[in-house]
């Protein structure tokens, strides 16, 4: 089984500051996609990164997926209260079962006032 | 409006008991697959599904069984739940698109408590 470690595993912080969370694997990935889970919901996706060094922006969000395609980071401007949620990294890899996603252990962001 | 719908979203039972949580799609998505979700693991994969009557096996499949008769359909069956079960499941379809790989669609989750 191939592991995304993610880190920091908790995070909380004021609004308007920036933040980065990491996601780190030994294992090389075909895509690498970033989730955001608030309570009582499913993950939603943000991001598919499929290139190695890519990086894409989504508003305040800025995603980069490694050169080697092993790791990724998420970096967070000015970030909002509306921010808060746990964000997923996922690596996809081709099996004999299609394209397989691996999730990561998520990282629990709290923005406060 | 695109949506992955499961079944129940809260569940307390027994030991033993079976129970099937249901999920259902709206997206003629060919790929379905069934997640557990538990602190500091993630989500990860049980069972997975490529089409209709396609099943296999994910990461965590011990005490679970799925089935696939039609497209839109994949419940989830427990048939003796075990308290270690005790968890929150997701339910998602997926489709793959060129250059993003599989870009999945999950359900609203099911909250199971196995006493």
């Known amino acids: 089984t191939q592991l995304l470690e993610q880190s920091p595993q908790f995070l909380s912080i004021q609004e308007g500051e920036n933040l980065t969370v990491y996601c780190n694997s030994s294992?090389?990935?075909?895509?690498l996609q970033w989730y955001r889970q608030e309570p009582g919901e499913g993950p939603v996706l943000l991001v598919t990164?499929?290139?190695?060094?890519e990086v894409k922006k989504l508003k305040r969000l800025t995603f980069q997926f490694g050169d080697a395609r092993k790791d990724s980071s998420l970096h967070i401007t000015a970030a909002q209260t509306g921010d808060t949620g746990l964000y997923l990294c996922?690596?996809?890899?081709?099996?004999?079962?299609?394209?397989?996603?691996?999730f990561g252990t998520g990282t629990q962001l709290k923005v406060e006032l | 409006e695109a949506q992955v719908t499961q079944n129940p979203r809260y569940l307390i039972t027994v030991t033993g008991k079976k129970l099937t949580v249901t999920c259902s799609q709206n997206?003629?998505?060919?790929?379905m697959s069934w997640y557990r979700q538990d602190p500091g693991l993630g989500l990860r994969q049980i069972y997975y599904?490529?089409?209709?009557?396609?099943?296999d096996k994910g990461d965590v499949p011990e005490g679970y069984k799925v089935s696939r008769k039609e497209k839109r359909n994949f419940p989830l069956i427990l048939e003796s739940p075990s308290p270690n079960q005790t968890s929150l499941y997701f339910c998602?379809?997926?489709?793959?698109?060129?250059?993003?790989?599989?870009?999945?669609?999950f359900g609203a989750g099911t909250r199971l408590s196995v006493l």
């Open positions: 998602a379809s997926s489709l793959s698109l060129p250059g993003q790989g599989n870009i999945q669609y």
């Open positions: 294992s090389v990935f075909s895509s």
């Open positions: 990164v499929v290139t190695g060094g």
């Open positions: 996922a690596g996809g890899h081709l099996t004999g079962g299609g394209n397989k996603l691996t």
């Open positions: 997206m003629n998505h060919e790929y």
């Open positions: 599904s490529m089409n209709v009557e396609v099943t």
